[in-house]
C-alpha cells in the first residue's frame, strides 16, 4: 500500500510505503529530462566524434555523441561527426542526461514524447512492446493496434501501463501526443534560435503519469487547484476503476504537508552522509563526479564469539538499507560498495543473492557488475533525473540562495537590488528557517495610487506555511515607499 505526497507550492512530491519516504520527485527549473530545444551546433570535436550544441543564453551548451545522430545520418556507413554536422546548424534536441556540477545536459536527436500509456517517436520508425507485459496474448493485442495506430514515419513504444487497458484510452493518448509533436513542430518553425520547446513542467501531470500504479490507496495534496488537476487527470486516463478506488485527500494541516508526512526530514536524512543501521552499524556515503562510495561500518554491533555471523549479518542489513537509500537519493552512475571483509566465499554469494533481491525493487534498475578481488562490490544505476544531491546542494551555483542582508530591513533600508535569488527558490524555501520577521499588514492600494504605479499592490497576510519569494516583497515595498513619498 504506497501513499503519494504533493507539495504544489514547494513544487516536491514524494511516494511513501508505510510511512517510509521511498522517492523524491521535485521539477527542476533548469535543465530536465525529456526538455526539448532547437539548437546551434556551436563546436565539433571530430577526434571524439562529439559536438556541443548551443542552447540559448546564460545555459551550458549540451553534449551530443555520433551515436546519439541516428535520425541525422543519411547512411549507417557515416562515422565522421563532421559528415553529419556543421558549425552553426540547427539541431532539434531532447535532454536525456541531466547536467551535473561541472557537466552540461546529454542530448539525443531521437526525440520521444511521453504519454500515460504510449510513447512516441516521431524519428524512429519502429513498434516496441514493454518487456513487462508478460501476457503473450495481450503483447499480440498491443503489437496489433499499434500497426494500425503507428504513422508512416513515426514509431510507438507501448508502455507497460497499458496492459488491460481499454483501446478507446489508448487512441486518446495517441492522439494528444500527435497533437504535442504537431505543435512543436511549428515552434520549431516560428521561434528565433537557440530556444526552448517543451518542458515538462507540470508536477502533478508527471506524478499521474510516470508514479501513479494500481497500489496506491490515497493522494494528499495541500491545494484545491492541485486537487481538481489530480481528478482531471485520472479521469482523461481513466485511472481510477473498482479495482483500484484511489482516495484523494487536501491537506490543510498547519505545520506543511512536508513536514506532516516528514518528507522533510526524509530529504534532511539523504543529504546527510552518515546512514546507522538499526543493529548498530553504520554507512558513509559520499558523492564525487565520477562516482559514489558507500562504506559499511559494523561500529557497535559486534559479536566476539561468533564473528562471521555478525559480519554477514550486518553486510545484509547494510545491502538492504543501500538499496532504500539508492532510490531516496536517486543515486546514479557508478556506485562502488566496501563491503566489511568477509573470507568465506560462501557468505560473499549470499551477501550477493541478497542484495539482487533488494535491488529487483527499483525501477532504475541497478546492475551488479562484480565482486572485485578487493572485496568492492561495483553496481551501476540507470540515471532517473538529477539526485537529491545535485537538487538541494547549496554549493552548487544554479541551486544557491544568495542574498546579501537575510533578515528583512526596517522602513528606509528596504532590500538591497543586488539580491542573487535564482529560479528555484520555491525548492529551497521549506528547508529555510527565519529568524527575524517584520508583519505586514493588508492593505489596497487606492485608485489614484493604482495609476500612478500602473498594476495593483495587495500586500499579503503573512503565514509561517506561506512565504513569498522576497523579490515579490521588495517590490511591493518598494512601491508602498515611493506612494508614502509622495
Known amino acids: 500500500m504506497k501513499k503519494i505526497v504533493i507539495s504544489r507550492f514547494n513544487n516536491i512530491a514524494a511516494v511513501l510505503q508505510n510511512n517510509r519516504t521511498q522517492e523524491i520527485i521535485a521539477i527542476n527549473q533548469g535543465y530536465q529530462v525529456n526538455d526539448i530545444y532547437l539548437g546551434s551546433v556551436h563546436k565539433i570535436f571530430t577526434s571524439i566524434n562529439a559536438a556541443f550544441i548551443d542552447l540559448g543564453h546564460d545555459r551550458k551548451s549540451g553534449f551530443i555523441h555520433l ?37 552540461g545536459p546529454r542530448l539525443t536527436t531521437n526525440i520521444n514524447l511521453f504519454g500515460r500509456y504510449i510513447i512516441l517517436m516521431p524519428f524512429c520508425n519502429t513498434i516496441n512492446i514493454s518487456r513487462k507485459i508478460y501476457d503473450q496474448n495481450e503483447r499480440s493485442y498491443l503489437q496489433a493496434l499499434a500497426i494500425l495506430l503507428k504513422p508512416a514515419t513515426m514509431g510507438l513504444l507501448i508502455r507497460s501501463s497499458a496492459s488491460g487497458v481499454n483501446e478507446e484510452i489508448l487512441l486518446e493518448d495517441f492522439r494528444l501526443l500527435k497533437k504535442q509533436w504537431y505543435f512543436i513542430q511549428k515552434l520549431a518553425i516560428s521561434k528565433s534560435f537557440p530556444s526552448l520547446l517543451y518542458k515538462d513542467e507540470d508536477l502533478i501531470k508527471k506524478i499521474i503519469r510516470d508514479f501513479y500504479q494500481d497500489n496506491i490507496h490515497t493522494i494528499v495534496v495541500d491545494s484545491e487547484d492541485g486537487l481538481k488537476q489530480i481528478r482531471y487527470y485520472l479521469n482523461q486516463w481513466r485511472c481510477i476503476s473498482s479495482m483500484n478506488n484511489v482516495r484523494l485527500q487536501l491537506s490543510k494541516h498547519s505545520e506543511g504537508i512536508l513536514d506532516k508526512f516528514n518528507v522533510n526530514t526524509a530529504i534532511l536524512n539523504a543529504l546527510k552522509p552518515k546512514v546507522n543501521l538499526s543493529i548498530g552499524g553504520y554507512l ?6 565520477a562516482l559514489t562510495v558507500i562504506d559499511v561500518n559494523s561500529g557497535s554491533f559486534n559479536k566476539a564469539n561468533n564473528s562471521k555471523e555478525t559480519v554477514l549479518r550486518t553486510n545484509c542489513y547494510a545491502a538492504t538499507e543501500i538499496a532504500y537509500q539508492l532510490k531516496v537519493r536517486n543515486i546514479n552512475g557508478v556506485i562502488i560498495i566496501d563491503f566489511i571483509d568477509m573470507e568465506s566465499h560462501r557468505d560473499q554469494l549470499q551477501l550477493l543473492e541478497h542484495f539482487n533481491r533488494v535491488l529487483s525493487i527499483d525501477n532504475a534498475k541497478p546492475q551488479i557488475i562484480q565482486l572485485s578481488k578487493l572485496g568492492l562490490v561495483e553496481l551501476t544505476r540507470r540515471r532517473r533525473g538529477q539526485s537529491l544531491f545535485e537538487l538541494f546542494n547549496r554549493t552548487s551555483p544554479k541551486n544557491a540562495l544568495m542574498i546579501s542582508d537575510p533578515v528583512l530591513p526596517t522602513r528606509g533600508n528596504y ?28 492593505r489596497q492600494v487606492s485608485l489614484a495610487d493604482r495609476i500612478k504605479i500602473g498594476k495593483k499592490l495587495d500586500f499579503l497576510p503573512l503565514r509561517y506555511t506561506f512565504i513569498v519569494p522576497l523579490v515579490l516583497y521588495s517590490e511591493i515595498i518598494d512601491a508602498n515607499f515611493q506612494l508614502d513619498n509622495e
Do not use: M, W
Not at 558513509?284 to 563526479?289: A, L, N
Not at 528547508?431 to 508583519?439: E, G, L, W
Open 415 to 442: 532590500l538591497k537590488k543586488n539580491s542573487l535569488i535564482y529560479k528555484n527558490i520555491n525548492s529551497l524555501f521549506f528547508n529555510t528557517v527565519f529568524f527575524n520577521t517584520i508583519s505586514i499588514p493588508k
Open 67 to 103: 551515436n546519439d545522430l541516428k535520425p541525422l545520418k543519411k547512411s549507417h556507413n557515416l562515422s565522421q561527426i563532421a559528415d553529419v554536422l556543421s558549425i552553426h546548424q540547427l539541431v532539434l534536441v531532447q535532454i536525456i542526461k541531466e547536467p551535473t556540477l561541472n557537466k
Open 284 to 289: 558513509f556515503i559520499e558523492t564525487y563526479e
